[in-house]
């Protein structure tokens, strides 16, 4: 079964500043991946998702991940944080299960705080 | 396009009490789930539709849970009888179909709390 590692449970950035989420995954196929953000009381909404066609993702409200294969990483960015931004953020990895369906396996999170 | 709905959005109930949660998703998606997410955690698959019937549920306690999706459109899950560590958010998903690049649309969530 695939997994997947959030790094830091929660990450506070200054408004303004860049914002790095870290997300690792343990595959032995090429994988799909997933960012889904969560605000207080909310779904999950996609962010962005890779699919193999391109290693760099650009996502919703400025954020973009980068996919390494050699790093098995899938780390999510965005260039300068927004008081918006203040959430919570989960990788995901497509996995086949045994029934032979595709189902998401999502990381612990990690809440992000904005600083004004 | 109206997005996936639940209802209700908060529970409260005693332990060994039954509670019910429904789920309408987008028109046309074939594929339902129903995740279980603990506070602080990642939210946890508990079964998989592919329109009425089910695919998976390997990770559905089937000694308390229980889940049904009618005529391939609208789901329930039910606790019968709950326990303390029921208290979660139950997110109801869905997708257009059972592929590993789709994605999952979730609905607003349910909000349990087992006393």
């Known amino acids: 079964a695939q997994s997947v590692t959030q790094l830091g449970s929660h990450v506070s950035v200054s408004e303004g500043a860049l914002v790095l989420l870290r997300c690792n995954y343990s595959?032995?196929?090429?994988?799909?991946l997933f960012w889904y953000v969560q605000y207080p009381n909310q779904g999950l909404q996609l962010l962005l998702k890779?699919?193999?066609?391109?290693?760099l993702v650009k996502g919703i409200n400025g954020f973009e991940a980068e996919f390494k294969k050699s790093e098995t990483s899938f780390h999510l960015t965005k260039p300068s944080a927004h008081m918006s931004d203040a959430a919570e953020y989960f990788c995901?990895?497509?996995?086949?299960?045994?029934?032979?369906?595709?189902?998401?396996?999502f990381g612990k999170g990690t809440k992000l705080s904005v600083i004004p | 396009e109206a997005g996936v709905a639940q209802s209700p959005r908060y529970k409260i109930i005693e332990k060994r009490q039954s509670v019910a949660f429904w789920c309408n998703p987008i028109s046309g998606h074939a594929t339902l789930y129903w995740y279980q997410q603990i506070l602080g955690q990642g939210p946890k698959l508990l079964i998989q539709f592919q329109n009425n019937g089910v695919v998976d549920d390997s990770q559905l306690p089937k000694d308390r849970f229980s889940a049904e999706r009618l005529k391939g459109v609208d789901s329930t899950l039910k606790i019968q009888p709950a326990k303390l560590e029921d208290s979660a958010v139950y997110l109801c998903?869905?997708?257009?179909?059972?592929?590993?690049?789709?994605?999952?649309?979730f609905g607003p969530g349910t909000r349990l709390t087992v006393t």
């Open positions: 595959s032995s196929v090429p994988p799909y």
């Open positions: 995901a990895v497509s996995d086949r299960s045994g029934a032979g369906s595709y189902q998401l396996t």
């Open positions: 890779y699919t193999s066609a391109a290693t």
């Open positions: 998903a869905s997708s257009l179909r059972d592929r590993a690049s789709y994605e999952q649309y």
